[in-house]
Structure formats: structure tokens, C-alpha cells
């Protein structure tokens, strides 16, 4: 698993969306032991607040599980997205890569066709 901060959106909100996408996509199981807020704070160079924000954001939608003063885990009810799901993301994903076409810009084409 690794996070990587842009400058365009607030640090927590950053890793939350990409601990769910994490999480959906099955990079991170049911179960597995995230880094305490202090390392992942350390790793990314933002303010444990930032981190334990996140966390909290993700606990309460369910994704992540913690403990008081123990560790913080992807929660059992947090699933993977549908197979076929992730197999189209791949392929739209390498399509956008040959193509040229940027992560924002694919996001932007996806959800201009999501209602069409």
C-alpha cells in the first residue's frame, strides 16, 4: 500500500479516498492492520491529526475498524467491488494510460457518461 499526496486536495481527504479504493479494489483485505496514525503520519510527512481524521472518516462509513489504544483494521464488513467491476477499471485504466489521458481526466469523462 502506498499513499501519495497531491497539493490540489487536503491531505485526510486524499487518504481517505485512497484507503477506499484500497479497500474496494481489494488491495486491503478484510482484517488487516493499517499503520498506526503516527507512522503513517511519519511516512507521508502531515500531522497525526490528519491521519487520525482520515481514520475516523473511514471508521464511520464503515470501512475501518480500531480499538482504543490498540490498532486499526480494515473492518470485516468492508468488501471488495464485483469482479467485473475491477476488471473494466483495469481496462479503462491501461486504455487511458495508452492514450495519454491523466487520472483527473478519466474521472472527469467518467462521470460525464455515469448519467448518460
Known amino acids: 500500500m502506498r499513499i501519495e499526496l497531491a497539493r490540489s486536495t487536503p491531505p485526510a481527504d486524499q487518504i481517505v479516498d485512497q484507503l477506499r479504493g484500497f479497500i474496494s479494489s481489494g488491495r486491503l483485505a478484510a482484517g488487516e ?3 498506526s496514525v503516527r507512522q503513517l503520519a511519519r511516512d507521508l510527512s502531515v500531522a497525526p ?3 487520525a481524521k482520515a481514520y475516523r472518516a ?3 462509513e464503515g470501512f475501518l475498524t480500531a480499538k482504543a489504544g490498540g490498532s486499526t483494521r480494515v ?3 468492508a468488501g471488495a467491488t464485483d469482479r467485473k467491476v475491477l476488471d473494466a477499471a483495469r481496462v479503462l485504466s491501461a486504455q487511458c ?6 487520472l483527473e481526466d478519466a474521472v472527469r469523462i467518467l462521470r460525464a457518461v455515469w448519467d448518460a
Do not use: H, I, K
Open 97 to 102: 494510460a495508452q492514450s495519454g489521458v491523466d
Open 75 to 77: 473492518s470485516s464488513s
Open 49 to 51: 491529526g490528519t491521519v
Open 33 to 35: 492492520r493499517l499503520p
Open 58 to 60: 473511514l471508521e464511520a
